[in-house]
């Protein structure tokens, strides 16, 4: 039972270039979620997704960040003419249903983007 | 607004000997708090979670946490440290009073285990 798999793993891109960011859920699971980790920070929420509907999006920043889930395929994070603030770890969590006490978000190994 | 307050960013400890990491949340409904631990380079694995069922919550690896809402405290413990414990640790609680999706996590602690 495969966990939430996110990939790359590692990205390098030059300032101006656009990211990509794959997130997989876990079996059965159609919310996911976002976050963005700087260094020596703690996770920060960004988006909130469940199947082709955007639910909270209250993290992302206005300009060059998107996200979609489409019915078909993994969730992608797209980060457009990146900035040397953009490095940062982002990680991708998945639920059965939205996140209750009950229903804890399972998180992936995360993409280490850095920007050259 | 919730948000939880990890009291400190970095603890070592021996061997064998208790582990005590400190956490206090801000919550205008009855939380739910989690605690997460992350490996250098991994991503987050949930060690507990409290569902105000028990205030006493036994979490996986050994780890327990008590939930004191006369101190707004979820303080993280294990009896006896291990080697392989050191890692990050995150007090997560939950945004707003529903299922809204959105984790609030502390900024982190740092476990430091000694040989």
């Known amino acids: 039972n495969a966990g939430v798999m996110q990939n790359p793993r590692h990205l390098v891109r030059r300032r101006g270039q656009e990211a990509r960011l794959r997130c997989s859920p876990m079996?059965?699971?159609?919310?996911v979620y976002w976050y963005r980790q700087l260094p020596e920070e703690g996770l920060k929420f960004m988006v909130y997704l469940q199947k082709e509907n955007i639910i909270d999006e209250s993290g992302m920043p206005k300009e060059r960040f998107s996200a979609e889930f489409p019915k078909e395929g993994p969730s992608i994070l797209r980060i457009q003419q990146v900035v040397r603030g953009d490095s940062a770890a982002y990680f991708c969590a998945s639920s059965i249903s939205p996140t209750g006490s009950n229903q804890p978000q399972h998180f992936g190994d995360g993409t280490r983007l850095s920007i050259l | 607004a919730q948000s939880v307050t990890q009291l400190d960013s970095h603890v070592s400890v021996s061997e064998g000997t208790p582990v005590l990491l400190r956490c206090n949340y801000s919550s205008s409904y009855s939380p739910s708090l989690f605690w997460y631990v992350q490996h250098p380079n991994k991503g987050l694995q949930l060690l507990l979670k409290?569902?105000?069922?028990?205030?006493l919550v036994k979490g996986i690896n050994g780890f327990e946490a008590e939930f004191k809402k006369s101190e707004t405290s979820f303080h993280l413990t294990k009896p006896s440290a291990h080697m392989s414990d050191a890692a990050e640790y995150f007090c997560v609680v939950i945004h707003g009073s529903g299922n809204t999706g959105k984790l609030i996590f502390g900024q982190g602690t740092t476990l430091q285990v000694k040989p």
């Open positions: 079996k059965g699971h159609s919310h």
């Open positions: 409290y569902t105000s069922a028990a205030t």
